[in-house]
């Protein structure tokens, strides 16, 4: 937990410092003045790294360290499966493809989002199902 929330610390307080510069330059350089939507989005960006730095570190503090607060620890020092791989699945690529055809329905026309409903739950399906048929039935 240490090493991430490290992290977030950091970005905090970059965005932190970006939004006192980015509401000095546009207050200075334009001519209507602080660019207030810019302004909002980098302080919100830095609220949320403090916001996840804050939980991180009192989480940490709770719980007892995991292989990555070690210096010398591995992957392999983790408890539990790690998950799986499977390189000859098909069910990510039709999964994509109604994701895809989703997106081309909503810019396109609401009849193509239908038909990526349709291949996305039929790629979703395939890809939770993959490994209780066939060869890899438990």
Do not use: K, N
């Amino acid at each position: 937990m240490r090493p991430a929330a490290r992290i977030f610390w950091i970005l905090g307080v970059f965005f932190a410092l970006v939004a006192a510069a980015y509401g000095t330059v546009t207050g200075v350089y334009e001519p209507w003045g602080i660019e207030m939507v810019g302004l909002a989005t980098v302080i919100a960006l830095s609220g949320l790294g403090f916001l996840i730095a804050i939980f991180l570190t009192l989480t940490g503090r709770h719980h007892s360290f995991g292989s990555a607060d070690s210096l010398d620890g591995e992957v392999e020092d983790e408890p539990g499966v790690q998950g799986s791989f499977s390189p000859y699945s098909w069910a990510p690529l039709w999964a994509s493809l109604g994701a895809s055809l989703c997106f081309l329905g909503i810019a396109a026309g609401w009849w193509i989002f239908a038909f990526g409903i349709i291949v996305g739950v039929y790629g979703v399906l395939l890809w939770v199902l993959e490994f209780s048929r066939g060869q890899h039935a438990h």
